[in-house]
Each structure stands twice: as C-alpha cells, then as structure tokens.
C-alpha cells in the first residue's frame, strides 16, 4: 500500500514538473510571438504613413508639372522636406530629369551610400519613389527619403514598454507561484511522545 502511494505522489510530482515546463515553454513562445507581432504592426503603419504621405505628394506635384510651375515644385519639396520625418525630396520628369529638389536634397548615389564603405551613408533611411500620373500617362516621380529613426522613434518607445510590462508580469507569476507553493507547503507532522516508552 505505501508503495503503491508512493509511487502515486512520485507520478503526480513528475506531471506536475512536465507541467511547469510546459507552461515556461508556452509562455517564453507567446512573448516572442507577441514580440514579433508588435514589430510587424510597426513595419504596416510605417508602410501606410510613407505611402500616403509619398502619394499625396504625387498627387499634388501633377497639377505642377502640367502647368511648368517650377517655383511651386520647388516649394513643394521644401515643404515635404519641413517635416522631420522626410530627409529630402526632389521631383523629376517623365524621362529622369530632376525638375525640383530640397535645398538639402542629395542624388540618389548619395542616399544609397554607393561611395562609402559597406553603403553606410544609406543606414537609417529609407527611400520610396511614387509615379506621377495624369490621364494615365508618366509625368514624372516623387522621390522622398526618410528618416527611419525618427518614423519609428514613438512606437519603438510604447513597444520596447510593452515587452518590459509583459516580462515583468511573467517573473512576477513565476515569484508569486513559488511563494504560494512555500505557503500551502505542507510540513510534516510531528511524532507525539509515547508514554508506554517513556520510563524505561
């Protein structure tokens, strides 16, 4: 009978350590998950709010072109270059010809970093370059370049908060787990005297 009970405790001690184990796993799994969702939310509202800005752009860079309102390109692209998030702008025709640019606009070889070591003036950057279309014909391109670091500087901040929160939470169930098994601890019993040994 004490065997067979023992042997019931060392079963049940064994489920409860695979258990434990288990949840670690599934809880480390779900933080990395988590984690990576945060970083793929971020890369969409980057995508969405570079595309719109670039497209309004375009948009607004046609009526100029149809017209040869060189000065209005010009302020344009200062004004995309006024926000700090955008590094510069420029505007070109239909056939590569720059129409417009930033006053502190660089050529795309320069954004691209092709003449320093290892392309390290690009880092930081991206660049999207958007069509000008009218009536279904090219007139030209936008090319706007950004600032990722400044994109992502809020979200970066309020994610890398969430992950802190999340973690602190997971060592904190971990601490309150083991003091509540320290708590609920049984201790074993004592042995009362027995009076039929005590005078020999």
Do not use: W
Not at 83 to 109: C, H, M, N, P
Not at 170 to 197: C, D, T, Y
Request: proline share 2%.
């Amino acid at each position: 009978m004490d065997s067979s009970l023992f042997s019931f405790r060392n079963a049940l001690r064994a489920l409860a350590i695979l258990s434990l184990i288990a949840m670690v796993a599934v809880i480390g799994v779900n933080s990395v998950k988590i984690t990576k969702s945060n970083e793929q939310i971020q890369k969409n509202q980057l995508e969405t709010l570079t595309q719109t800005l670039i497209s309004q752009a375009s948009l607004s860079a046609g009526d100029m072109i149809v017209g040869q309102d060189q000065e209005r390109l010009l302020k344009l692209t200062n004004q995309l270059a006024q926000d700090t998030l955008v590094y510069d702008a420029t505007i070109y025709d239909a056939e590569g010809i720059r129409l417009a640019s930033s006053d502190s606009a660089k050529s795309v070889r320069e954004i691209l970093g092709l003449d320093t070591p290892l392309e390290t003036a690009r880092i930081g950057k991206q660049q999207l370059v958007e069509p000008i279309i009218r009536d279904n014909v090219v007139l030209g391109f936008v090319r706007v370049t950004f600032e990722n670091g400044r994109l992502t500087a809020y979200s970066d901040h309020y994610y890398r908060k969430s992950d802190r929160y999340m973690y602190t939470m997971v060592g904190m169930s971990f601490v309150a787990g083991f003091l509540l098994a320290v708590v609920i601890r049984r201790r074993p019993k004592r042995q009362g005297e027995n009076l039929l040994l005590k005078d020999m």
